[in-house]
C-alpha cells in the first residue's frame, strides 16, 4: 500500500500510527470550542487516504435490493436539499489506552480525544434513497432489502486490500429524524481528504465506524454487511470473552455509543498552582439521548457537585429544550473549584436523558478490543505553592 501521498496535518496532533494515519488533538485543543476545528479533529483511518481528483468525474452508485438502481454525479447530491448537522463523532476506541493500562487490549492506542464535534453539510441519505423508489419510513423493500450498506474507495489490509464496509438498518436510513447524511462539507469548508472527500456518510449517535468515509456505493441488501468492520471487530465482548474462546458471530456489530465524558483541562497526572482550578471537558451520549447531568468529584467519589454545561456560544445547555441544543452534539462542561488538599483524585461522570450513568471501574466493562471504554474519568492533580 501507497503511504507517499498523504495530506498535510496539524503538526499539534499527536500521532498513534503512522500508516495508516491515526492521530488525535491535545486535551487543551479539543475543547478550545463547541464546533472542533477541521485540524483538531481526530483522524482514524485503516489504510492509506484515496486520492480522487477534482475533476467532476466522481459518481455514487446506489444499487442492490432496489427497484432503480442509479448513479449519482456529486452535482446531482448538491442539488438535493441541504441540510447542516452538529453532530458528534466519537471512535468506539476512544479512551482505548486508559482499558489497556489495567489490562492489554488489541488495537491503535487512544488517550481521551478520539472525538470531535462538526457541523455536516450535505443531503439527507432519506431523500437520496426516494431517488431509487425507496420512500422515508422503510424498514424493508418490497425486494427484501432490510439493511443499506456503505462501501468505501480505500483499501484496507483487513479486508485483505478491498474497501472499508459498513451498514445500517433502512428503518434507520429512511427515517429523516436520524439526520442520517452523506456530507460533503465539514464546518462549512468542502470535506478534505483525511475526513472523507469527496463524499462521506455520517451517522448521527452511532460509533465512528458507520461513517463510511470516501463513499464509492450504497447497497441495499438482505443482511447486515458481513465486511470486517462489521463482523470482526467493533462488537462488545464480556470480559471473559478472549482471543482463545471469541466466537464473533455471538454478538452484535456495535451501533449507538454509550454516556461518555472526559477532562480535558487537565492530564491524568497533573501538577497546578494552589488556589482555584478549572474542572472542563466534554459529555455526549449516543442514540440522540441529551446530557442530563455532569458530575465532578475532587474526591475520588466519594461527594459530588454538579459542573455547568454549555454547547454553542457558551449558553447553557438544558436537554429537554428541542430548540436551543443540538440533538446530535457534545455539550462542554466546566467548573472552578479550588481543592481542600494537596493532592485532589478528581473525577467526572455523566448522566443521559435515558438516565444512563457511566460505569465506575473499567475492568467490569473491559473487552479485548479494548472499545466503549466510558468508565469514570480520573485524574490526580498535585497542588503547590
Ligand atoms: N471509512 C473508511 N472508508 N475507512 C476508514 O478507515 N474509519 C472509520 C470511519 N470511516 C474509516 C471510515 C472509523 S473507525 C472512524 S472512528 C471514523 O471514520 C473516523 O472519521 P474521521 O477520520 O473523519 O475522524
Ligand atoms: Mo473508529
Redesign the pocket.
Given at each position: 500500500s501507497d503511504y507517499s501521498r498523504e495530506p498535510p496535518r496539524h503538526p499539534s496532533l499527536n500521532i498513534n500510527a503512522k500508516e495508516?494515519f491515526n492521530a488525535e488533538p491535545t486535551r487543551q485543543d479539543l475543547i478550545v470550542s463547541y464546533i472542533t476545528p477541521v485540524d483538531y479533529?481526530?483522524?482514524?483511518?485503516?489504510?492509506p487516504i484515496p486520492i480522487l481528483e477534482d475533476n467532476g468525474r466522481y459518481s455514487l452508485a446506489i444499487d442492490g435490493l432496489v427497484e432503480k438502481p442509479i448513479e449519482l454525479s456529486l452535482a446531482q447530491i448538491r442539488l438535493l436539499p441541504k441540510y447542516n448537522v452538529t453532530a458528534t463523532?466519537?471512535?468506539?476506541?476512544n479512551r482505548r489506552t486508559a482499558m489497556s493500562q489495567q489490562l492489554n487490549v488489541r488495537g491503535v492506542g487512544w488517550d481521551v480525544s478520539?472525538i470531535?464535534n462538526a457541523i455536516w453539510g450535505g443531503a439527507k441519505l432519506s431523500d437520496v434513497l426516494e431517488l431509487v423508489g425507496v420512500s422515508k419510513s422503510t424498514s424493508v423493500t418490497s425486494s427484501g432489502g432490510k439493511h443499506v450498506e456503505f462501501i468505501?474507495?480505500?483499501k484496507?489490509k483487513e479486508e485483505n486490500g478491498g474497501?472499508?464496509k459498513?451498514s445500517i438498518p433502512l428503518s434507520q436510513a429512511t427515517s429523516p429524524e436520524a439526520d442520517v447524511l452523506l456530507a460533503y462539507e465539514m464546518n462549512g469548508e468542502i470535506l478534505n481528504r483525511?475526513?472523507?472527500y469527496p463524499l462521506?456518510v455520517v451517522v448521527p449517535g452511532v460509533?465512528?465506524?458507520?461513517?463510511?468515509?470516501?463513499l464509492d456505493r450504497i447497497t441495499i441488501i438482505e443482511q447486515e454487511s458481513q465486511g470486517f468492520?462489521m463482523q470482526k471487530d467493533?462488537k462488545m465482548f464480556p470480559p471473559s470473552v478472549n482471543w482463545d474462546n471469541i466466537d464473533w458471530p455471538t454478538r452484535r456489530p456495535q451501533m449507538d455509543f454509550p454516556v461518555q465524558s472526559a477532562i480535558c483541562s487537565l492530564q491524568d497526572v497533573d501538577i497546578v498552582k494552589q488556589g482555584k482550578i478549572r474542572i472542563a471537558g466534554y459529555a455526549v451520549s449516543g442514540g440522540g439521548r441529551g446530557i442530563e447531568r455532569v458530575d465532578v468529584s475532587i474526591d475520588g467519589g466519594k461527594t459530588w457537585f454538579e459542573a455547568n454545561r454549555y454547547q454553542k456560544n457558551g449558553v447553557p445547555y438544558v436537554s429537554d429544550d428541542d430548540s436551543s441544543c443540538d440533538k446530535w452534539g457534545w455539550v462542554l462542561f466546566e467548573a472552578v473549584v479550588s481543592l481542600q488538599s494537596e493532592n485532589a483524585d478528581i473525577v467526572v461522570k455523566a448522566v443521559d436523558s435515558s438516565a444512563n450513568v457511566q460505569p465506575e471501574n473499567v475492568m467490569s466493562i473491559w473487552n479485548l478490543r479494548g472499545i466503549l471504554n466510558n468508565s469514570w474519568h480520573h485524574v490526580y492533580v498535585r497542588s503547590t505553592a
Open positions: 495508516p479533529f481526530y483522524k482514524r483511518n485503516h489504510g463523532l466519537q471512535c468506539a476506541g478520539a470531535g468505501s474507495i480505500d484496507c474497501p472499508y459498513a483525511d475526513h472523507g462521506r460509533i465512528g465506524a458507520r461513517s463510511v468515509k470516501w468492520f467493533y
